[in-house]
């Protein structure tokens, strides 16, 4: 079974804004803090933001004030907001559990150029 999957990258420009959706399995949805990560070329994945459960929310320093993370109960579904993007935010987008992570999935790819 597919528990998370993410969609919603595409290519904009510096400035722009992007929302990234991540569908996640409901029994996953219910109990754990999901996080969306990222990995841009050669570096190492980041966590950028993560949603518990009950709806509380923590950002990476270079995000805050940027991105939103929210979640929808009746869909299944945690979304990141990306607004005033920049081009060090080109990476792989992805979503996962926070704390015991699972199988990682094909990621949305986010690209920030002019």
């Known amino acids: 079974q597919v528990q998370f999957v993410e969609s919603g990258g595409g290519l904009v420009q510096p400035g722009g804004s992007l929302r990234l959706s991540c569908a996640v399995s409901?029994?996953?949805?219910?109990?754990?803090?999901i996080g969306w990560y990222r990995q841009g070329p050669g570096k190492q994945r980041e966590l950028v933001a993560d949603i518990s459960s009950g709806g509380n929310t923590n950002y990476a320093d270079s995000v805050k004030g940027r991105f939103t993370i929210s979640r929808d109960s009746t869909k299944n579904t945690v979304y990141l907001q990306m607004n005033s993007l920049k081009p060090e935010d080109t990476a792989v987008y992805y979503c996962n559990r926070k704390i015991a992570n699972m199988s990682w999935g094909q990621g949305t790819q986010v690209t920030v150029s002019s």
């Open positions: 409901g029994s996953i949805f219910r109990i754990y803090t």
